[in-house]
């Protein structure tokens, strides 16, 4: 069974940089043909999916927060990792990490940003 897990600050200031780790258990994030996603969904509004990073590595981001956005990996710790530059208090929302194919959903968790 495939499951993961963000974690993460809840709260950030504007002007730093939101991180959230997603850690992926009862499947290997290299195994071939598996994508893990960052997914968000601000009050009131729908998921914005943010980027992927690819079992092989290769990462592609969302054009509108391209600019800002970096996801990377740690294999040893079957973990992938989102950074999202510069927030202001429009990145306020639930993040979610998710695999496979849009498949497997981590609980998600809520990130406010502000002073």
């Known amino acids: 069974q495939v499951q993961l897990q963000e974690s993460g600050p809840g709260l950030v200031k504007p002007s730093q940089t939101l991180s959230l780790t997603c850690t992926v258990s009862g499947e290997s994030i290299t195994r071939g043909t598996y994508y893990w996603n960052w997914i968000r969904q601000p009050p009131g509004k729908g998921l914005e999916w943010m980027g992927v990073?690819?079992?092989?590595?290769?990462?592609v981001y969302s054009s509108s927060l391209k600019s800002r956005t970096s996801i990377s990996r740690d294999t040893s710790k079957n973990q992938f990792t989102l950074q999202l530059r510069s927030v202001t208090p429009e990145d306020t929302a639930v993040y979610y990490c998710?695999?496979?194919?849009?498949?497997?959903w981590g609980q998600g968790t809520q990130v406010t940003v502000s002073s």
């Open positions: 990073i690819a079992y092989s590595g290769t990462t």
């Open positions: 998710v695999g496979g194919s849009l498949t497997y």
